[in-house]
């Protein structure tokens, strides 16, 4: 049985490269209102073997509050933008860039925040599919089932 990850990070690098997972995380924010993050957030929370609680979401949807709608939001938003013009300058492109690795930093920092709501929970156990599913489940509305089902099975 696979050791339990330790840090996020590393952990949501290598998971969003997995094969599935971030086409499905991108479907899960564009259709579904979805933080990445926070999903990876959930994965990383099973695979220490923990099924998220209500005090858990608490203090994630704290440390949302403070790094995506005033940080990471603008930043997509304008590195979004910049690509349309991009094309046309490669100065737009250098610029795009620049935009595209603050907005990586400041979800590396939101993790980081997330990260620190686990400092509470209990030693990390092997991790059990159920626990992954109802993690995604929590961090999913209803309606969006096939996309929390294409993110388990791509996260598995």
């Not at 695979?47 to 403070?66: M, S």
Request: proline residues 9%.
């Amino acid at each position: 049985m696979p050791k339990p990850p330790e840090s996020f990070w590393p952990y949501a690098l290598d998971a969003y490269a997995r094969p599935g997972v971030a086409e499905a995380c991108l479907t899960a924010q564009d259709a579904h209102g979805a933080d990445v993050p926070l999903l990876l957030w959930g994965a990383w929370a099973a695979a220490r073997g923990h099924t998220l609680t209500e005090a858990d979401l608490a203090a994630a949807a704290t440390a949302a509050a403070r790094w995506r709608a005033p940080v990471i939001a603008p930043l997509r938003q304008a590195r979004r933008a910049l690509k349309t013009l991009a094309a046309s300058a490669a100065e737009n492109e250098a610029l795009r860039q620049a935009v595209k690795a603050a907005e990586l930093e400041a979800e590396r920092l939101y993790m980081a925040a997330l990260e620190q709501v686990a400092d509470g929970w209990p030693t990390p156990t092997p991790s059990c599919q159920r626990t992954l599913r109802d993690n995604l489940a929590r961090l999913l509305p209803p309606e969006a089932a096939p996309v929390t089902e294409r993110l388990h099975k791509a996260l598995s």
